[in-house]
Each structure stands twice: as structure tokens, then as C-alpha cells.
């Protein structure tokens, strides 16, 4: 069965980096068949895809082009997880974050349990 | 920023059908599959529908898709008490907005 743990502070200054990982069980991150993404859910803009990570004989990154110049999305094969970094956050990246498979039919098909990230001094 | 259109709310009562329809365009609904999504709040979503009409194991039969064009629709019969939340459609987008598209999501309510 597969499951998503994710971990991260809560909050975060503006204009410092917003981090979060996503530990994966019970799937690779490595798998050939899926991709690892990272999607956000906010009143104002509703859910958000912000990115993903992938392995197809080497590995490939796309992000959305609303946050292309400050995320990365980093997977780490030897402990099984991948990561999300936004720099420079402001007020309006507060949202409650999920990491997400992409896997069955090309959907997001297992979700972590999501994080309330707000960006305030 | 979602680009899919969906109406805000919709309600029954129990036993009834409801419907709810999702606008989009010839980027991601016109050229892609469609997929549906049920969020009740305070938890992650769920996949209901991939793929324009198919179902994920453990889905009931009650929840059907489809799609005509650059709209696609989600109809849900024999609505039950547990059918409530937000229902949001999905594509992926050709265009330069974004891979992945949400809908502006739908509130069900059963009456």
C-alpha cells in the first residue's frame, strides 16, 4: 500500500525558502511508471500544480510557469523521498501544500496528508 | 487561476442525482483526458474518475464521467450523505499556463 508522509515547518518568513519533503512507502521515487508532484490549495487560488519529479532513464523536473523561477523539487533516491523549495516566498504562498503520485490512468492517485505552510513575520 | 469553470455549488437530496459540469478549452479538456477529484475539508483530495469515465478500484459505480469537447461532466446517482464535499475537475494543459489544471471546484450538499 502505498503512502505519503510529508514533514516541514508550518511557518515561514517572507522572503526566506519555503521547504518540505514527502517520504515515500510502499513505491520508488525512482519508479519508471510514476511521477512525484507537488500541488498546493489556497481560498484564493484554489488547487494549485506546482511541479514534479521524475525518472525515465535519467531524471526530469517541469513546474508550473506561476512559480518556475523560485521552485525546485529534488528527489532523493537513497531515502526514498523528494523535496519542494520555493524561495522568496510572500503572504501569498500561504497554503496548505500535498505531494502527490501521479500513477493510475495518469491521475494523482495517492496523496499525502498535506501541510498548512503561512507565510507571516 | 483555474482555468477549468465549474458552478460553485450544487444540492439534492438523498437518493437523488445530481450533476456537475466542468468548462475548459481545446488546450486541456478539448485535447487531454479529464479527471475528477472529491475533497472533504480539512483532508487531501481523492481520485474519483481518471481517464474521462473510469473508475479506480473501490469507487461505486454511482460516480460516472464524461466528456464532449472542451467540456466534461461528472454525475453522481443515489446521492448519499457521505457524497458531500468539493468535487474538482482536472486536465492536463498543452498551453503555456501549466502542465496541470484544477477546476474552480463544486460544493455538494446533500439536502
Known amino acids: 500500500q502505498v503512502q505519503l508522509q510529508q514533514s516541514g515547518p508550518g511557518r515561514v518568513k517572507p522572503s526566506q525558502t519555503l521547504s518540505l519533503t514527502c517520504v515515500i512507502s510502499g513505491d520508488s521515487v525512482s519508479s519508471n511508471s510514476a511521477t512525484w508532484n507537488w500541488i498546493r490549495e489556497s481560498p484564493s487560488r484554489g488547487l494549485e500544480w506546482l511541479g514534479r519529479t521524475y525518472f525515465r532513464s535519467k531524471w526530469h523536473n517541469d513546474y508550473s510557469v506561476s512559480v518556475k523561477s523560485r521552485i525546485t523539487i529534488n528527489p532523493d533516491p537513497s531515502k526514498n523521498q523528494f523535496s519542494l523549495h520555493v524561495t522568496s516566498v510572500t503572504p501569498e504562498d500561504t497554503a496548505v501544500y500535498f505531494c502527490?503520485?501521479?500513477?493510475?490512468?495518469?491521475?494523482?492517485?495517492?496523496w499525502g496528508q498535506g501541510t498548512m505552510v503561512t507565510v507571516s513575520s | 487561476q483555474s482555468v477549468l469553470t465549474q458552478p460553485p455549488s450544487a444540492s439534492e437530496t438523498p437518493g437523488q442525482r445530481v450533476t456537475i459540469s466542468c468548462s475548459g478549452s481545446s488546450s486541456n479538456i478539448g485535447g487531454n483526458y479529464v479527471y475528477w477529484y472529491h475533497q472533504i475539508p480539512g483532508t487531501a483530495p481523492k481520485l474519483l474518475i481518471y481517464r474521462n469515465y473510469q473508475r479506480p478500484s473501490g469507487v461505486p459505480d454511482r460516480f460516472s464521467g464524461s466528456k464532449s469537447g472542451t467540456s466534461a461532466s461528472l454525475a453522481i446517482s443515489g446521492l448519499r450523505s457521505e457524497d458531500e464535499g468539493v468535487y474538482y475537475c482536472?486536465?492536463?494543459?498543452?498551453?503555456?499556463?501549466?502542465?496541470?489544471?484544477f477546476g474552480t471546484g463544486t460544493k455538494v450538499t446533500v439536502l
Open positions: 502527490a503520485r501521479e500513477g493510475l490512468g495518469d491521475a494523482f492517485d495517492m
Open positions: 482536472a486536465a492536463w494543459d498543452d498551453s503555456l499556463s501549466g502542465f496541470y489544471v
